[in-house]
């Protein structure tokens, strides 16, 4: 750390004077790092904030008087600028799903002291990436994600019955981004201790359960309803089916390359949240992005520019700092948040992030005639990625999507 660079200023919260102790002793390495406040209790952990605010709270669950999720949730209202922790030895599903709002990670106890720093320097990370204070504050206090109004109410009218489908009802979530990301946030959070990560709703549906997942959307407050026009509300369902295009082509062209099963997955992921950012600015700041998006022609440096000229930040970067501050795995990070601009550092093998890229700009436009091909190759940054792909490739990734456009219309006309 720069001699003139302000340390991170963390808070831990427990009611147990002898846990904070403890915690003191174990965490004395990081003191350079970090300016480090320890309250005994949630009374005092909000007169500490109230006094000087943290840049992250890491606060027991189990507390009298108020509990953790509701100092948490204290804390989202209040100084949304504070990144917010959980730490739990409940094993209550009902207790997990109380913090699923207020927390942005949750650690189950038994939990190390490198467990602890791994999770306070990951979001320590995760603020740098986003240079503007207000979308990051905005991004810390969003409790819902607004989704498409007719998906959702697709999605209870399934989950009200008798023997809701599972194929049905992951069929549904994977067709809004904010469904999509809360669900798979939620299965690979600590508190269920899966034996994998999830990157599908359909796996996500299958380990959690059909009774976690109603809770988790009829009643764990997670899922907002889009309130925008109805043009607006196409417009996102359309946002949405094409990151669902976007994430399905990037898993074929990973298989295609013969990438490990957990690859293809991580670049399936990838694409269905690629424009989380998208939805997030839009929620944040609706009228200048609509204003930003009137001043765009075609092009993907265009979009990018028009969102840092308008945003000091773009679609890219700010959903990947949501998904960093949920615990998704890294390379599904680094693929939303550099699928239009690759780092040249990090092109060193294939791998999800070069097929997101390659994939979101195959997915532009409908009409594949020969002067649009050629346009879409032109597009592609060549110099970059030559030495991992080849250009004969381009009619390979073509043929990919359009088996895939074809699928979907033999299925939409019930063939």
């Given amino acids: 750390m720069r001699s003139d660079e302000r340390k991170h200023r963390i808070l831990f919260v427990d009611d147990e004077a002898g846990v904070l102790r403890g915690l003191k002793r174990s965490l004395r390495k990081m003191r350079n790092d970090w300016d480090m406040r320890f309250a005994c209790g949630a009374q005092e952990a909000l007169s500490m904030m109230e006094e000087e605010r943290a840049d992250i709270i890491v606060s027991d669950m189990q507390m009298p008087e108020m509990d953790g999720a509701d100092l948490l949730e204290t804390v989202r209202k209040s100084y949304p ?20 709002g207020p927390a942005h990670f949750y650690l189950a106890k038994p939990c190390s002291t490198e467990d602890i720093t791994n999770a306070i320097t990951r979001l320590v990370d995760m603020r740098a990436y986003v240079s503007n ?28 019955k008798d023997e809701p489908s599972i194929e ?4 549904i ?18 508190f269920f201790s899966l034996p994998f990560k999830a990157t599908t709703p359909l796996q996500a549906v299958k380990l959690l359960g059909m009774e976690t997942i109603r809770d988790v959307i009829l009643t764990a407050g997670v899922v907002g309803v889009f309130q925008g026009s109805k043009e607006e509300a196409m417009s996102l369902e359309r946002l949405s089916n094409n990151c669902l295009v976007i994430g399905q082509l990037a898993r074929d062209i990973c298989e295609y390359w013969d990438l490990s099963k957990q690859e293809c997955g991580q670049a399936s992921c990838a694409g269905v949240v690629s424009h989380l950012g998208t939805l997030l600015l839009q929620t944040a700041s609706h009228d200048q992005y609509q204003e930003a998006m009137k001043s765009l022609n075609n092009g993907d440096g265009e979009l990018i520019e028009a969102e840092e000229d308008t945003f000091n930040t773009n679609h890219q970067k700010i959903g990947a700092y949501m998904l960093g501050l949920w615990g998704f795995a890294l390379p599904i990070i680094e693929a939303v948040g550099y699928h239009h601009s ?71 006309e019930g063939v």
Avoid at 81 to 100: A, C, D, F, W
Wanted: hydrophobic share 40%; aromatic share 4%.
């Fill in 173 to 190: 979530i994977s067709r809004d981004i904010a469904l999509t990301a809360q669900t798979l946030r939620l299965t690979n959070s600590a």
């Fill in 168 to 171: 049905e009802v992951a069929d």
């Fill in 342 to 412: 690759l780092p040249p550092e990090q092109l060193t093998k294939r791998s999800p992030m070069l097929a997101l890229y390659i994939s979101q700009v195959l997915c532009k436009g409908e009409n594949w005639d020969q002067e649009r091909q050629k346009e879409l190759k032109n597009m592609l940054d060549w110099e970059a990625i030559s030495h991992l792909v080849s250009e004969n490739e381009f009619e390979i990734w073509l043929e990919l999507l359009n088996k895939r456009a074809h699928t979907k219309l033999r299925e939409d």
């Fill in 81 to 100: 600028h504070t990144n917010r922790i959980i730490l739990s030895g409940y094993t209550k599903e009902e207790s997990v799903l109380k913090t699923v």
């Fill in 133 to 160: 204070e207000h979308l990051r504050d905005f991004s810390n206090s969003i409790r819902k994600l607004p989704s498409i109004p007719s998906i959702v109410r697709e999605l209870i009218v399934e989950l009200e």
